[in-house]
Nanobody, 126 residues
Framework: QVQLVESGGGLVQAGGSLRLSCAASGRTFSRYVMGWFRQAPGQEREFVAAISWTGVITDYADSVKGRFTISRDNAKNTVYLQMNSLKPEDTARYYC???????????????????WGQGTQVTVSS
């Protein structure tokens, strides 16, 4: 069983930055693909970014590519999402997710993830 706890959300002006963190419990964190998803009110959950076991493979939604960076520190059982040049349309609740896999990869589909955090709210004002 893996528990995920997000932090770092808040209110920021357009053009600003935030860094989200997701702390994971469990001894096998380094064998989990980790992802970030977001959901705005009235909208479906959408993929934001994912990172493989060692971080050698990353993947981003087109809407955040070049502005967001996903990273992980396996020694700290933590995955990060650095968000720069934030836009009002980035406003959403951001969720961290983990997926156990047999090989190093990245996953875009939320249905492939086994564990989810409670989320952290990000609000970008114009």
């Amino acid at each position: 069983q893996v528990q995920l706890v997000e932090s770092g959300g808040g209110l920021v002006q357009a053009g600003g930055s935030l860094r989200l963190s997701c702390a994971a419990s469990g001894r096998t964190f380094s064998r989990y693909v980790m992802g970030w998803f977001r959901q705005a009110p009235g909208q479906e959950r959408e993929f934001v970014a994912a990172i493989s076991w060692t971080g050698v493979i990353t993947d981003y939604a087109d809407s955040v590519k070049g502005r967001f960076t996903i990273s992980r520190d396996n020694a700290k059982n933590t995955v990060y999402l650095q968000m720069n040049s934030l836009k009002p349309e980035d406003t959403a609740r951001y969720y961290c997710a983990g997926a156990g896999t047999f090989y190093e990869a990245v996953l875009r589909s939320g249905s492939r993830y086994d564990y989810w955090g409670q989320g952290t709210q990000v609000t970008v004002s114009s």
